[in-house]
């Protein structure tokens, strides 16, 4: 037997009507929020995102939802970013999708509880432990945003490979062999237009 049906029995007896009410309230409200949800779901498969978005919204207001039921919302939105920029998208968008610590473009990306995003690896040598756009509190929870990666990695390869090679370039830096670092960043050049700040 549920939790539920338990509770609504045991009410009963003691002759308490108001709670299995109470009870039976929210679970319809629950399953209402559900439906929504799929509904938003759907529109978002469809490519209706803002009309997904307003749905969202709708159900964040009435109950609580769970950021992994935005997945489909976001894949939405993902999609639909794509379709409008083709292969192409335009070049002062890549800001966007730079790095607010090492202005470079934005590798392993990890968006932070506030919803700014930053290479991981910034924010691992970033010993403040606070956001440097709103100044919040950054949890230890530095998760890829696997989305926004995608985006990067579709919008701006060149720049992500040249990135990783000037890194390699740091790291000969690091050890005093100038001649291969020199030599790195040079390569990088050739392959993005690529920012030597240290990642």
Sequence with gaps: MSLMSEMSKDNYIHRNYVHPGDLFERKVKKSNLNIYLSYADTLSKCGKVL???ELYDHCCGVGDVSPDKLKHVTYGLME???????????KNYVGVFVCGICEN???HPTT??????FCRRCLVKDMSRTCRKCGSKINSSL??????KRLVEKFWSGEVIAAEIRDEGNDHLQRNQLEDAVAK?????GIGESMFYEC
Excluded: D, I, Q
Aim: charged fraction near 10%; aromatic fraction near 6%; include cysteine.
């Design 105 to 107: 473009v934005l590798r």
């Design 112 to 117: 932070t509880h506030c919803g700014h995003t």
């Design 51 to 53: 009309e997904a978005l």
């Design 143 to 148: 998760e890829t945003n696997v989305l926004v």
């Design 185 to 189: 960043y040079n390569e990088a050049l």
């Design 80 to 90: 639909s970013v794509m379709t409008a920029f083709g292969s192409h998208p335009p």
